[in-house]
């Protein structure tokens, strides 16, 4: 494995022992499974009508999944940069064709994971049912907060919680992607942002 390799995976065992303290074995284990995946701004990183293939951890960038409606609205479903997962899971686990675009937001580097190689990790190392069980049981409970707040939330509501809960967002994803994610026009949101720097 050479220094740039060694130097990204060092960074996903972090991220696992810190989660739960690994041992050596498991460690190498990791490290024999990454795959790394480099994409340019603006690339994608999987497409509408492809099946996932692959568990995405960011080591450095930014990316966005995003649905496209038959109108051709894009609708952000999820933001993610360093030290955060994205992939499309039904796709994923049920191997069937995706309906989410990922798109690099910055130059960006992945570490990915395969289906046949997580369950092998699942099987020969039974912690990592723990840890996957613990990331996905958070990115749950994140899903019912972002429904609930959709549901109860007025536009301005939402852009602080999103503003309080995301603050490392702010300045690397613009104003479009935001209003995209929160529902509403990028004019609206402009608004509201306005009238909060006059506060």
């Not at 064709?97 to 092998?120: D, F, G, W, Y």
Request: glycine share 2%.
């Amino acid at each position: 494995m050479n220094n740039e390799i060694d130097k990204y995976v060092t960074t996903i065992v972090a991220y696992f022992d810190n989660i739960m303290p690994l041992t050596d074995n498991e460690k190498e284990f990791v490290r024999g499974i990454c795959e790394i995946k480099k994409i340019r701004r603006r690339q994608y990183l999987s497409q509408s009508g492809d099946v996932e293939k692959y568990m995405n951890f960011i080591v450095e960038g930014a990316l966005k999944m995003y649905y496209v409606d038959d109108n051709g609205s894009e609708h952000n479903m999820q933001f993610a940069i360093e030290n955060h997962w994205i992939n499309d899971i039904k796709s994923f686990y049920k191997e069937l064709p995706s309906r989410m675009e990922i798109e690099a937001l910055e130059n960006t580097t992945v570490l990915r994971i395969s289906l046949e190689n997580l369950k092998k990790l699942y099987e020969e190392h039974p912690k990592f049912n723990r840890i996957f069980r613990v990331l996905l049981e958070n990115a749950h409970m994140n899903l019912q907060d972002r429904v609930l707040d959709n549901i109860s939330f007025s536009a301005k509501e939402k852009y602080i919680n999103f503003s309080e809960k995301y603050p490392y967002l702010l300045n690397r994803i613009s104003n479009v992607q935001i209003a995209s994610f929160l529902g509403i026009t990028p004019e609206f949101l402009s608004k509201i942002r306005k009238e909060l720097s006059k506060k």
